[in-house]
């Protein structure tokens, strides 16, 4: 207990607890630092993309474009809220992003990616998207887990062949 909390102890035991961290799902800080880099990049791609596709007369571009810029503007907020200090509800946008599990962040960065490929498919909106594509994929990737071990899997692969064969010698026995 800090010097206040003992002067005070009937206010400590009133304070809320800091909310829990959410588990990590296995993540190493490296392949976190990975996805949020790659979400920024992705954001910068779908930006600068997304201006390239609105100069244009044509209705769809325009709304692709649009949306790859919403896109970057999402990506930013949830990956670098430090990019967005002058939004008042961006911390709190992205501490709750990162209280999303990881297949989560994948299902929405990869479908807020598809969404303007699908309204204009041009190469603009294929190579804007495909970094924000691979920010998604990235996290879904994390959310498989680790890899298992080359002693469990010959472990495994063992005792599915032990049983295999007793099924077959069972079978061979019960025609015979």
Same mark, same amino acid.
């Given at each position: ?15 809320p ?10 993540m190493t ?11 920024v990049?992705g954001?910068?791609s ?5 201006l ?12 692709a474009?649009?949306?790859m810029?919403?896109n970057?503007?999402?990506?930013? =907020? ?42 204009s498919?041009t ?8 970094i ?6 990235l ?28 099924? =077959?010698?069972?079978t ?5």
């Open positions: 207990m800090s010097s206040q909390d003992e002067q005070f102890p009937a206010a400590a035991a009133a304070a607890e800091p909310a829990a961290a959410p588990a990590d799902e296995g800080w490296w392949y976190r630092w990975l996805c949020r880099i790659a979400g990049i954001g910068m779908c930006a600068f993309a997304g390239w596709n609105c100069v244009t007369i044509n209705p769809l571009n325009i709304a474009g649009v949306w810029m919403l970057a503007f999402v990506l930013f =907020l949830c990956e670098a809220p430090f990019c967005c200090q002058f939004i008042e509800f961006a911390n709190a946008v992205a501490a709750r992003a990162d209280r999303l599990r990881a297949w989560q962040k994948a299902a929405f960065y990869c479908g807020m990616a598809v969404f303007p490929v699908m309204l498919l190469l603009t909106t294929l190579f804007g998207n495909a924000a594509f691979a920010t998604g994929v996290y879904g990737l994390s959310a498989l887990g680790k890899k298992g071990d080359a002693i469990a899997y010959a472990r495994i692969h063992q005792q599915q062949k032990q049983m295999d064969e007793e099924k =077959l010698t069972g061979l026995e019960g025609q015979a």
